[in-house]
């Protein structure tokens, strides 16, 4: 970072190249659209740039960068609601073994729907938890919620999930 | 919950599942809803997104470097203007103004000679009828 904010361009390519992948991925999960993912996750090495010279590396970078990505997704939803893709693993090749895939396509299509269906707030602090493996602690540093809110945010998205995909549950 | 808990209350938490059944369900459905989810496969952009950035910056780099001239120029004319209107404000008053500061208006119409005339009939003159009324305050003689 102290190349970075010395203006070194070649460590902003290795530092884009190390985090690109979880950036891209996270912010997909978040707005379940290909291509506004990859602006946003580009908008936000952009940002990690500009700021470079200011960046205190209190705790991990890539809390840092997760959350620049969820402001920008919320900045996102405040001017227009994303697109949200239902039937993207209709089209996806599945490297499951042992299972129809039919079948799994179907219920990761449920699930993405469902997941979509979330209100903002519970999908951003289910995708930080359940896929991005954040405590509660780091989502409330990401997102800037109090501790207590994400938990409650956590338990009404867990809870919901568990009423929308009932009939799921037991084949996965 | 990994993570969350303290030893303790990790243990203190087991124990209670243990014995009431309505929370042993409760987590149980938690768990399979976390094993549904973890089953989902994403399939995520995976673009190579350095030369996209690289460019990105370039372009805010000359933004910037375009952002300091202007501001500088900014700089240069605010100071200029300001400099201009102090010299203004403490340039000292011209002989001609002080002179011109000193004569009263009657000095100026002998000197021209405007005080040989009626100045009422040569304003109605110049400017129409009635367009000059004189004060009627004044005392009228009788």
């Known amino acids: 970072m102290r190349q970075l904010a010395a203006g070194d361009l070649t460590a902003l390519d290795r530092l884009v190249r190390r985090h690109q992948g979880r950036a891209q991925a996270l912010a997909y999960r978040l707005c379940g659209d290909h291509q506004t993912a990859e602006d946003l996750a580009q908008e936000a090495f952009l940002r990690v740039y500009r700021a470079a010279g200011r960046y205190e590396p209190r705790g991990a970078f890539s809390t840092w960068l997760h959350r620049i990505i969820v402001n920008l997704y919320l900045d996102a939803l405040k001017a227009r609601r ?13 490297q499951r073994t042992g299972e129809d895939p039919l079948a799994a396509r179907e219920r990761d299509a449920a699930i993405r729907r469902e ?54 549950r037991d084949s996965a | 919950m990994a993570g969350e808990l303290e030893p303790a209350e990790q243990t203190g938490l087991l124990d209670h599942l243990e014995r009431c059944s309505a929370c042993r369900r409760h987590y149980e459905e938690l768990l399979a809803v976390r094993r549904v989810l973890a089953a989902l496969a994403w399939d995520p952009p995976e673009r190579d997104l350095v030369a996209g950035v690289r460019a990105a910056a370039l372009r ?23 400099g201009l209107l102090a010299g203004r404000a403490y340039r000292p008053a011209s002989a001609l103004q002080t002179a011109l500061a000193e004569v009263s208006t009657e000095q100026v119409v002998q000197a021209v000679g405007l005080d040989v005339f009626d100045q009422g009939a040569l304003l109605n003159q110049l400017f129409g009828e009635d367009s000059f009324e004189p004060d009627t305050d004044e005392e009228t003689p009788s």
């Not at chain 1, 994303?82 to 599945?94: C, E, G, H, I, K």
């Not at chain 2, 780099?61 to 120029?73: D, I, Y």
């Open chain 1, 115 to 168: 997941i979509a269906r979330l209100p903002d707030r519970q999908r951003i602090a289910l995708v930080l938890h359940c896929y991005e493996g954040h405590s509660h602690a780091e989502i409330a540093e990401i997102t800037g919620w109090s501790e207590s809110a994400v938990e409650s945010l956590l338990t009404r998205a867990y809870r919901n999930l568990r009423d929308a995909l009932r009939g799921w």
């Open chain 2, 60 to 82: 805010d780099r000359r933004r910037q470097g375009w952002l300091r001239v202007v501001q500088a120029a900014a700089v240069v004319a605010l100071a200029a203007g300001a």
């Open chain 1, 82 to 94: 994303p697109a949200v893709p239902l039937d993207d693993a209709r089209n996806l090749p599945d």
